[in-house]
T-cell receptor, first 114, second 119 residues
Framework: QKEVEQNSGPLSVPEGAIASLNCTYSDRGSQSFFWYRQYSGKSPELIMFIYSNGDKEDGRFTAQLNKASQYVSLLIRDSQPSDSATYLCAVNINASGGSYIPTFGRGTSLIVHP | GAVVSQHPSWVICKSGTSVKIECRSLDFQATTMFWYRQFPKQSLMLMATSNEGSKATYEQGVEKDKFLINHASLTLSTLTVTSAHPEDSSFYIC???????????????FGDGTRLSIL
């Protein structure tokens, strides 16, 4: 069973702090990694994707990928109360027939308090 | 870009009714569409993967005769919940993905979801 693991939290950080969300995956062959944000009662929305080792920055968000250690993380700088949501890590797992099936972690609940 | 439209947003119907949910990619061609179900405070559960022009691949435990999926074009997939019962009440979400050979893969983009309530 190829898995994606996340700490369910909640992770609580004060406004303005850096929130660090982590995700590990079991399939060494995975090439594509995604972070989604899901507000309560809403569908997920894409925040970032990363394919190469290292850091990728987009505004207040930085995705970090380490394929050797099989983890991907998301940093949120200057956290705002509006960032409070569940953050889903997704990994495209190589399935049979050459297809890639997105596999989601259970999500980490982030609470940013004023 | 990468907008996925899903409707209806809400459905309330009687037990035994069949319900169709549509998922459209508005500004890109979706070679693959996915259907998820999510119960309150639980994670996304992949129900099936649908590639344009071929039969859907269902996840273990998902009844293909109950959840009919059609992906007849590159912009439209439908999920029909046949003879729905109260235990089928859930939040159903579709997503769509294109294939980019330059990158090897693309993120999936989600519709807004359909909240289904069976009385």
């Amino acid at each position: 069973q190829k898995e994606v693991e996340q700490n369910s939290g909640p992770l609580s950080v004060p406004e303005g702090a850096i929130a660090s969300l982590n995700c590990t995956y079991s399939d060494r062959g995975s090439q594509s990694f995604f972070w989604y944000r899901q507000y309560s009662g809403k569908s997920p929305e894409l925040i970032m994707f990363i394919y190469s080792n290292g850091d990728k920055e987009d505004g207040r968000f930085t995705a970090q990928l380490n394929k050797a250690s099989q983890y991907v993380s998301l940093l949120i700088r200057d956290s705002q109360p509006s960032d409070s949501a569940t953050y889903l890590c997704a990994v495209n797992i190589n399935a049979s027939g050459g297809s890639y099936i997105p596999t989601f972690g259970r999500g980490t609940s982030l609470i940013v308090h004023p | 870009g990468a907008v996925v439209s899903q409707h209806p947003s809400w459905v309330i119907c009687k037990s035994g009714t069949s319900v169709k949910i549509e998922c459209r990619s508005l500004d890109f061609q979706a070679t693959t569409m996915f259907w998820y179900r999510q119960f309150p405070k639980q994670s996304l559960m992949l129900m099936a993967t649908s590639n344009e022009g071929s039969k859907a691949t269902y996840e273990q435990g998902v009844e293909k005769d109950k959840f009919l999926i059609n992906h007849a074009s590159l912009t439209l997939s439908t999920l029909t919940v046949t003879s729905a019962h109260p235990e089928d009440s859930s939040f159903y979400i579709c997503s769509a993905r294109n294939w980019d050979t330059r990158i090897g893969n693309q993120p999936q983009h989600f519709g807004d979801g359909t909240r289904l309530s069976i009385l």
